[in-house]
Every structure is written in structure tokens, then in C-alpha cells.
């Protein structure tokens, strides 16, 4: 593997670590799923784990539609262990807060009180449709 080969995977896999928060804060969850190798699997920080596409998407789906989150992603270290697989880390800030039609409630969200950080341990494949994460284990470090 040259290393521009190597530098293209690390970009294509940093971009699903994006589009994977992108989605999610946009609640895209048919894309968000879309994002993952169609037996991808997501395990939650509660340890709840999500096998495949439908399970993701729906299991996305079903949380408060009056959430609001923003997914702030930073030190994305993607390591290429093959031509068709790499793996990375990434510290994630999860910033949300509760939609609100009260006209006083500024931006109509309401801010939650505590922030998460965290951590998201990928692994990603080479697919014929492209790069796809095949795990993903989300992890919390502290509240802020």
C-alpha cells in the first residue's frame, strides 16, 4: 500500500466518523445506518448493542423526538491496518437540549445542564459500496 492509498483510507474513514455525528445530530437515521456495513454493530455506553442496519436505524429512531444534540468530534486517529480495514479513535462532546415552542425560551432549545464526553472506538471495512464502519463502541468518559 503506498502512502497515498494509505492517506486516502484515513480521509474516507475520518468522514464517516463526521457524517456518523452529522447524521445523528440531524436525525437522519436511515443515512446515519446507511453509514455501516449492513451487520454493523453499535454498542451504546449502557452496554446496549446493535446488530445491523434496521436494529441501529430503529433503535436511533425511537429516542425523544424533542432532543436536540450537536456531536462535536475531535482527535479522529484513524490507523490503516490493511487495504480493506482501519480502525480509529475519537473523543466526541455531545452537547444537547430539549426543543421548545414557548416564544421566552431562547432559540426554541432549551440547554441540558450537563455536557458528555466521550469516546467512539471504530472499526471500519471496505465494502463494494464504499468505506463503512462495521463496530462502533461508544463509550462516556465524564459529565461536564
Not at 482501519?86 to 421548545?100: C, D, K, W
Not at 421566552?104 to 463494494?128: K, M, N, Q, Y
Request: net charge negative; charged share 30%; glycine share 6%.
Amino acid at each position: 500500500m503506498t502512502p497515498v492509498e494509505e492517506l486516502l483510507i484515513e480521509r474516507a474513514c475520518a468522514r464517516l466518523v463526521v457524517d456518523s455525528a452529522t447524521c445523528n445530530d440531524h436525525r437522519e437515521w436511515a443515512k446515519l445506518a446507511a453509514l455501516y456495513t449492513p451487520d454493523g454493530v453499535v454498542v451504546r455506553p449502557n452496554g446496549q448493542r446493535l446488530e445491523g442496519r434496521a436494529a441501529i436505524e430503529a433503535a436511533y429512531a425511537a429516542g425523544p423526538p424533542e432532543r436536540v444534540t450537536r456531536h462535536l468530534c475531535a482527535n479522529v486517529t484513524v490507523d490503516v491496518d490493511g487495504p480493506d480495514d482501519a480502525h480509529a479513535t475519537t473523543m466526541v462532546l455531545i452537547v444537547s437540549g430539549t426543543r421548545s415552542d414557548d416564544p421566552e425560551v431562547r432559540f426554541g432549545i432549551v440547554p441540558s445542564e450537563r455536557h458528555l464526553l466521550g469516546e467512539f472506538a471504530d472499526r471500519f471495512e471496505r465494502t463494494d459500496d464504499g468505506w463503512r464502519i462495521a463496530e462502533r463502541r461508544a463509550s462516556l468518559a465524564m459529565t461536564i
